[in-house]
């Protein structure tokens, strides 16, 4: 049982102390030790909970919110559509690159890891937070589903101008969660190939976060890879 033993953020470990003792929890890191026994997961165990070791609970003010990891080989450390340094950009992340770069000019960047980000309160969080190596989806309906809607709505009670950035059909869903009376949401397509030309393309959000941010009296984001 120890293989996903959340090693986070302390402010984090207050928040969510309740959940890790839920029978839904329990029952996922037992589906989670017999997975690993039979088949190849990624994140490894040490990033799964990587998105709540880098952005502390207090410090988070944009929330990017992602459907499940990577599958292909040594893309995925637990931070929504980031991969590790000497990675090749994966589809999405290419055209979350090229929409940076005709937002704000951002030069479209060698590394694909986002970690920089984070240390700016930027949450990159999966809804999904495990699959099975090369089968999309596969650890969706597992219990990280309850785990993660909490993660949300603990942000959406707890804090104040935070800004979501909700790309897709399977984001969207999520602004239920969400008091739009006291938090901004931006919704535009996903940034799949399948999707992006549909409205995820010039849907400026990383300017609007900046300036949102700005009229909130709080550092902008430095998107900058």
């Known amino acids: 049982m120890t293989t996903i033993n959340p090693q986070i953020e302390e402010s984090w470990k207050q928040i969510l102390a309740d959940e890790f003792n839920k029978s839904y929890f329990v029952e996922l890191k037992t589906f989670l030790v017999i997975e690993r026994q039979n088949h190849v997961v990624y994140p490894s165990g040490a990033n799964i909970f990587n998105a709540f070791k880098h952005t502390p609970f207090d410090d988070v003010k944009v929330v990017i919110l992602g459907q499940d990891p990577y599958h292909g080989p040594g893309q995925a450390h637990g931070l929504c559509f980031s991969v590790p340094d000497g990675i090749k950009h994966p589809p999405s992340l290419v055209n979350i690159f090229k929409e940076l770069h005709s937002d704000i000019g951002m030069p479209i960047p060698k590394t694909g890891n986002l970690e920089k980000w984070t240390h700016q309160g930027v949450l990159l969080l999966n809804a999904t937070l ?12 597992k219990g990280w589903e309850p785990f993660t809607d909490t ?19 399977y984001a969207h869903a999520k602004e239920q969660l969400i008091d739009s009376s006291k938090h ?3 919704k535009a397509a996903h940034p799949s190939p399948l999707s992006a030309y549909n409205g995820f393309f010039g849907c400026n959000h990383f300017s609007k976060v900046n300036e949102i941010l700005l009229q909130q009296k709080q550092h902008p984001i430095n998107w900058t890879l």
């Not at 495990?130 to 309906?141: I, L």
């Not at 709505?153 to 800004?163: A, C, D, L, M, N």
Request: aromatic share 6%; no cysteine; glycine share 8%.
């Open 184 to 186: 901004v949401i931006l």
């Open 130 to 141: 495990t699959v099975r190596a090369n089968e999309a989806g596969s650890h969706q309906k």
């Open 151 to 169: 993660v949300i709505r603990k942000i959406s009670e707890q804090k104040t101008g935070v800004v979501f950035l909700l790309w897709g059909r």
